[in-house]
């Protein structure tokens, strides 16, 4: 059964910069796509960064060029690196398993989309 932890999460300020990452419990990475997704308060989830089996990452585009997803099967571990934050990148942040990268990121997630417990950052000053 697939779990996933995300950890990093805290206060920012505008600016700064930011590590996130999730590990998977009880199956390897290797064959997975994952990805980020973020819920701010009073918004739908979106989705931010996803990386498919062979490394190939794309990312929603408020977040290009700042956000940088990878990935150590190894360590059944994927990260999001964050910098540039800015006030509108506060909300939680899901790690997700079982994801498809398409350029829309409205259709990454599915039925079969494992989800983690959610990390919150706020960027404030």
């Not at 585009?61 to 509108?88: C, H, W």
Request: hydrophobic fraction near 35%; proline fraction near 2%.
């Amino acid at each position: 059964h697939l779990q996933l932890a995300e950890s990093g999460g805290g206060l920012v300020e505008p600016g700064g910069s930011m590590r996130l990452s999730c590990v998977a419990n009880g199956v390897s990475l290797d064959h997975l796509s994952m990805a980020w997704f973020r819920q701010a308060p009073g918004k739908e989830r979106e989705g931010v960064s996803c990386i498919n089996m062979l490394g190939t990452t794309s990312h929603t585009d408020p977040v290009k060029g700042r956000f940088t997803i990878s990935r150590d099967n190894a360590k059944s571990t994927v990260y999001l690196q964050m910098n540039s934050l800015n006030f509108e990148d506060t909300a939680t942040y899901y790690c997700a398993a079982t994801v498809e990268c398409f350029d829309s990121t409205a259709t990454w997630s599915s039925r079969d989309t494992y989800w983690g417990q959610g990390t919150w950052v706020t960027v404030s000053s």
